[in-house]
């Protein structure tokens, strides 16, 4: 019993990583823009399916990887320069809709490019499970739970170190006060649509040999990013990461204890627990609205 | 604040006593005590972050103060809810515009008879005669309240098309068709030209005509001690002095505190 | 006058069938565009007037189609019975929902809504032995109305839209009342609406309970009139399209809502002729119209006539004047 619930931890923690980075994602853009990115689940998807054919097409992997990364970074560029940009000050509801027509638009082109078949990775260090202590762990997973943990340290040494960093930190406070010193919202603005482009692509990139991907695989990937950011307080990028593990941990006990064709009710049904009991999620903080 | 109270006067409407509201550590009111006649109109001053608008919400429900007492029309108003508090007679005005932009500036006054509605969910998709029958009543209504405000030329046009001191008059004139006992102004004179601040000085003395006790937070002056019967001066969360304009002008501590000397105003 | 519009509606519904017999794209699209209106327009209630967002709609879409298909062929219900237990069933769990749900703003609620929808929807796929899982449940008997059994094209046309023009009837009525009053106060201002007495949580659980009840309705109707449910009619997308229809009509608008289920009903079914790029166009034109019709095409449309119309009177001589 209990190597089997370090096993359903193993997994959960493994997905539980991909959620955080996607979530991280997700709070990125937020606190930049105030956009909700309903397109973040189509960057993992285009991370992964653009390594998958750049390999196909003879690149060797890390080249596959960064290209397709970049790809990803370039479409997220686009959809900031000709979705969001156009229609500053729409409300949330309209946003909302513009990126998921940019998702259901991004899943066109893939259904275009690579039709509606499943594809998959190689994992990057071979198959040959790992023993440890009673569960095994994929090679895979290692690799998963390490580029994870680089890139939140990366990504928190940027907010805390740089100069950069704190200039979009300072946008997602006040983004008039921001421009007000000097700090060029605009390229903030499309600063923060790469890097989560970015991560949404790694993270897609790093599932790929677990998983099969296909034009549709970023639906649900990006529905449980958003789940992430928001049971870790929509804007709070650390947050994020907590409530993406929180979430695949428990999701993957949930499968594994309970039903796994229940997981994602599951995992939803914690969300909605959250959000019940704690309006502004588990580390969000609490505006009071003036009257 | 040791001294006793001094013996209540007689139809007090509003008794507010001992308020205290805190925000994270900071007294926005420590110990908030004074009494509203019936009839009056009363103006709560006092400089910025002096806690006015703060006593406002407190006596709406919209915050939760942690101690003293509301009593209005002798019922206890703390803990209520604010639209179980404005069903026991009080309206507000907001200090920036709480007006439904979504709405024609008629409706916005129905929504303001909402407390005299009676219509279920039911009878209203299903449009029954009683409903058909009310809403005539309540548009009648809404008109004498725009008349008060004279708006009523203006009672089909959408509210967010209005110039902002007819928006201002518009939350008035929806506060006024809940026909409230006790009408709280919040800084209604922000904002406005010296023509319609004249205006509304004659607005509030037609509201106070009507039989409705006026309580006001204001920073202009000449309007304050023009239209007052008594005055309050809040000062860090606390009652500085409380009288009538006269005694407020002569007070020695108001005018070092706030006043700052020039108290000279043409009344 | 009040209902001018509504008759409009109403005459050219009934015109429409008589002016082309027999052509499939009247009546079989147009049924499936007048099941789309009620949706469009229940869902406006909650999002158009009272300014909550829902992405979790088809749940209660789904949940009266499937009380009508279980009821009906698992236990024998008569229909009308069947579809009343699917009201009564959305109506209970809406009310249940809206409390805790409703306190929530923004992308919260968007994130709640949506979790609800899709946990329901997870559990139409699992919960076999009941919804029949991913295939669904077939044989769903004719819908029957005291005795008249409703079948063939254009009965069903008929029947649908009769329940759009209630729908669309029963709407403007709300819209206009004290209680239609207090929900779109409720989205002008909070703190206003609570000052004039309007309970704000009582009056966003009836718009969300309305809205509710126009789906499951929908969804009763839908189940009879295709004779066959699956999970797949129910899935987020739906609710995303449901979310679609109402902002593309212009939100806080009946027949904003009204057409934008029209338009986009038509849109899906021109758009299948372009195959594999329907999911790109789909997609484009989505962006495309909120943004630069961020409120909608109906609500723009008919803004732009108005001004021209003024911009026309205005140019002629004044007479009265």
């Known amino acids: 019993m209990f190597e089997q619930v370090f096993q359903f931890l193993v997994t959960g923690i493994t997905v539980g990583s991909l959620y955080a980075l996607v979530g991280l994602g997700f709070a990125l853009i937020y606190n930049a823009s105030d956009v909700v990115n309903f397109a973040q689940g189509e960057f993992v998807m285009l991370g992964a399916m653009a390594a998958i054919a750049l390999l196909s097409a003879g690149l060797p992997l890390p080249l596959a990887a960064v290209v397709a990364t970049l790809l990803a970074v370039g479409v997220g560029l686009l959809l900031e320069r000709f979705a969001i940009e156009p229609a500053a000050g729409a409300s949330v509801v309209a946003t909302i809709i513009i990126t998921i027509g940019a998702a259901i638009f991004l899943r066109g082109i893939a259904l275009l490019l690579w039709g509606k078949d499943f594809h998959t990775l190689p994992p990057f260090s071979g198959d040959a499970p790992i023993r440890l202590g009673g569960a095994t762990v994929l090679p895979q997973s290692l690799w998963v739970l390490a580029a994870t943990g680089v890139l939140v340290a990366l990504v928190r040494a940027f907010f805390d170190r740089t100069l950069l960093g704190k200039a979009l930190l300072a946008c997602s406070f006040n983004r008039t006060a921001a421009q007000a010193v000097g700090i060029n919202v605009k390229v903030m603005l499309r600063l923060a649509y790469g890097l989560s482009a970015g991560l949404g692509a790694v993270a897609g990139i790093l599932i790929a040999p677990i998983t099969f991907s296909s034009y549709e695989a970023g639906v649900m990937l990006g529905l449980k990013g958003f789940s992430a950011a928001i049971v870790g307080g929509i804007g709070n990028p650390m947050g994020a990461v907590a409530g993406g593990l929180l979430l695949g941990v428990l999701e993957a006990l949930g499968a594994g204890l309970v039903s796994s064709g229940y997981k994602d009710a599951i995992a939803f049904l914690f969300v909605l627990m959250v959000l019940f009991f704690e309006p502004t999620g588990l580390f969000g903080h609490k505006v009071a609205e003036r009257v | ?267 | 006058m009040r209902l001018a519009g509504f008759y409009a509606f109403a005459a050219t519904v009934a015109l429409l069938p008589a002016l082309f017999p027999d052509n499939y794209f009247v009546v079989v699209v147009g049924a499936s565009a007048g099941l789309n209106v009620i949706l469009a327009v229940g869902l406006n209630l909650l999002m158009g007037y009272a300014g909550q967002i829902s992405l979790g709609h088809a749940a209660f879409f789904g949940l009266g189609a499937y009380a009508s298909a279980i009821l009906t062929t698992r236990f024998g219900w008569p229909s009308l019975l069947a579809l009343a237990a699917g009201l009564i069933a959305a109506g209970l769990l809406a009310w249940a929902f809206a409390r805790p749900i409703l306190r929530l703003r923004g992308h919260y609620l968007a994130m709640a809504t949506l979790g609800f929808g899709v946990i329901v929807h997870v559990i139409m796929v699992q919960a076999t032995g009941w919804t029949g899982g991913p295939d669904g449940l077939a044989g769903v008997p004719p819908l029957d109305l005291f005795g008249w059994e409703v079948s063939g094209d254009l009965q069903w046309y008929g029947v649908i839209m009769a329940a759009a023009l209630l729908a669309v009837w029963l709407s403007l009525n709300l819209v206009d009342s004290p209680v239609g009053r207090a929900l779109r106060a409720v989205h002008g201002s909070e703190f206003a609406a609570q000052m004039m007495g309007v309970d704000t949580a009582r009056a966003k659980t009836q718009a969300f309970v309305v809205s509710a009840l126009f789906a499951a309705f929908a969804g009763s109707l839908f189940a009879h009139q295709q004779a066959f449910v699956s999970p797949d009619s129910f899935d987020l997308t739906v609710s995303v399209e449901l979310v679609t229809m109402v902002v593309l009509g212009g939100l806080a608008s009946t027949f904003g809502a009204a057409c934008g289920a029209i338009a986009l009903t038509l849109l899906q079914q021109a758009l299948v002729v372009f195959e594999d790029y329907e999911m790109l166009i789909h997609g484009a034109l989505l962006m495309a119209v909120m943004i630069f019709l961020p409120q909608g095409l109906f609500v723009g449309l008919t803004q732009a006539a108005r001004r021209l119309g003024s911009a026309l009177v205005r140019s002629r001589p004044s007479v009265a004047a």
């Open chain 2, 1 to 267: 604040m040791t001294a006793l109270p001094p013996p209540a006067p007689p139809l007090a409407l509003l008794a507010v006593t001992g308020l205290e509201q805190s925000f994270g550590g900071v007294m926005a009111l420590a110990g908030v005590s004074f009494r509203v006649a019936e009839g009056l109109i009363y103006a709560v001053i006092g400089p910025n972050g002096a806690g006015k608008t703060t006593l406002f919400n407190a006596l709406c429900g919209f915050y939760r103060p942690s101690a003293g007492s509301i009593r209005f029309a002798d019922r206890e108003l703390l803990g209520l809810p604010p639209h179980r508090i404005a069903a026991c007679g009080i309206g507000r005005t907001f200090q920036n515009l709480q007006l439904f932009f979504n709405m024609s500036v008629v409706e916005n006054v129905m929504v303001g008879c909402h407390l005299r509605a009676r219509a279920s969910l039911l009878a209203a998709a299903l449009r029954l005669p009683g409903v058909r029958r009310q809403e005539r009543h309540l548009r009648a209504w809404s008109m004498e309240a725009l008349e008060l405000c004279e708006l009523a030329d203006r009672a089909a046009q959408p509210a967010g098309a209005l110039p902002y001191g007819l928006m201002k008059r518009v939350e008035i004139a929806r506060a006024l068709a809940a026909k409230p006992r006790l009408l709280l102004l919040d800084e209604p004179a922000a904002g406005l030209n010296d023509t319609e601040t004249l205006a509304l000085r004659e607005l509030i003395a037609r509201i106070r005509a009507s039989g409705v006790t006026v309580l006001l937070v204001e920073h202009h002056m000449p309007l304050v001690m023009g239209v007052s019967d008594r005055l309050l001066v809040l000062d860090y969360g606390s009652v500085l002095a409380e009288g009538t304009p006269a005694d407020i002008q002569a007070d020695p501590r108001v005018v070092a505190a706030y006043l700052g000397g020039a108290v000279s105003y043409a009344v």
